[in-house]
């Protein structure tokens, strides 16, 4: 069983920065891989970020990559997310997931932190 609690969200203006947390309970947390989602309103929930159970291995969507960066402390039980040269169009609620086997059908989500970035 794994508890995700996000973090971080809050109101940004465009072009700025912010940094999301996920920490995690649970004592396998380092054998699962991990990753963040998000959900606009009216809009599908749509893949945003994901890390291997090592951090070996990072995955983007187009839309995010180079802007956002995923990284994790396998030691602290977390997983950040930092959001760079924010725009409008990333407005979510953004969902920290847990996945034993594949981050198509995550395990474990968070409750949502809001992140909201005005023009």
């Known amino acids: 069983q794994v508890h995700l609690v996000e973090s971080g969200g809050g109101l940004v203006q465009a072009g700025g920065s912010l940094r999301l947390s996920c920490a995690a309970s649970?004592?396998?947390?380092?054998?699962?891989?991990m990753g963040w989602f998000r959900q606009a309103p009216g809009k599908e929930r749509e893949f945003v970020a994901a890390?291997?159970?090592?951090?070996?291995?990072?995955y983007y969507a187009d839309s995010v990559k180079g802007r956002f960066t995923i990284s994790r402390d396998n030691a602290k039980n977390t997983v950040t997310l930092q959001m760079n040269s924010l725009k409008p169009e990333d407005t979510a609620a953004y969902y920290c997931?847990?996945?034993?086997?594949?981050?198509?059908?995550?395990?474990?989500w968070g409750q949502g932190t809001q992140v909201t970035v005005s023009s």
């Open positions: 890390i291997t159970w090592s951090g070996a291995s990072t």
């Open positions: 649970g004592r396998t947390f380092s054998s699962y891989d």
């Open positions: 997931v847990a996945a034993e086997t594949s981050l198509a059908t995550p395990d474990y």
